[in-house]
């Protein structure tokens, strides 16, 4: 995957914590919103970025406790 989308990815997760998929999610539905489809296509792939992100997060913090 493109290294500034992780960038992008993990930055909302640090910003956003659990809430990062969804506010994503909102971006990209405001984008196509105003038929800027492009930018809601980047947003869906941010969306999934952070959804892997911190699905791999969970499965870490699952194996430390």
């Known amino acids: ?3 500034g989308l992780n960038l992008f ?3 909302l997760v640090f910003v ?3 809430g990062a998929e969804s506010e ?3 971006h990209a ?3 196509e919103r105003l038929g800027d489809m492009e930018t809601a296509a980047t947003w869906r792939q941010l969306q999934g970025a ?3 992100l911190t699905r791999d997060t969970d499965c870490a913090n ?3 406790a």
Do not use: I, P, Q, Y
């Open 29 to 31: 539905l405001l984008c």
């Open 9 to 11: 990815a993990e930055a």
């Open 1 to 3: 995957m493109n290294d």
């Open 62 to 64: 699952r194996r430390a």
């Open 24 to 26: 994503a999610a909102r």
């Open 16 to 18: 956003h914590g659990k």
């Open 50 to 52: 952070v959804r892997s």
